[in-house]
């Protein structure tokens, strides 16, 4: 794989940020609240235990027609 090479000696733009200060991600994750679980049938047919985690993909049914 071909990275870029950032040496120290690079000119880079005054408004740039030198890359070595920069992260690669950062993360958010807000609290969740504990709630009362799904039963254990109906929490495997909808992937989660959590019914605030409850997210059906819509795909192409979000689509207007």
Known sequence: ???PNFQ???ELPAD???PRLLSLAM???PEQSF???YEPTLAFSRGTIFPALDKPFLGEEA???
């Open 35 to 37: 709630d009362t679980p």
């Open 1 to 3: 794989m071909n990275l």
């Open 63 to 65: 689509l207007p027609q």
């Open 8 to 10: 120290t000696d690079q």
């Open 16 to 18: 740039s940020i030198a």
């Open 27 to 29: 993360a958010f994750v």
